[in-house]
């Protein structure tokens, strides 16, 4: 006999921006990282100079660091996606 599955209603909603479960896939990720410069960009700039001010540092804002991890992270990723045709000629494989 086998065992049947139940569902079981939390009064949640069974889907995600019409994805089962929430899933998030590649695109989702590839729509973040090109979002997230904008998002960055003087991230924490008024506290960190605010701080600078009271405590006389020198201390700067994180933000220009993370866009360049954030570009390097969509470099990867596009040669991720690439075709191979494409990465041959440029004898990269």
């Not at 924490?44 to 600078?52: A, C, M, P, Y």
Request: aromatic share 8%; with cysteine.
């Amino acid at each position: 006999m086998k065992a049947s599955k139940r569902r079981v209603d939390s009064g949640a909603a069974s889907t995600f921006n019409g994805r089962p479960n929430g899933r998030i896939t590649g695109t989702d990720m590839r729509h973040l990282l090109l979002l997230l410069p904008f998002l960055l960009f003087d991230l924490l700039h008024e506290e960190v100079n605010e701080h600078n001010n009271q405590h006389c540092t020198d201390h700067e804002s994180p933000a220009l660091e993370l866009i360049d991890w954030v570009s390097v992270l969509l470099q990867w990723y596009r040669l991720y996606r690439c075709h191979t045709e494409i990465l041959n000629a440029y004898n990269v494989l």
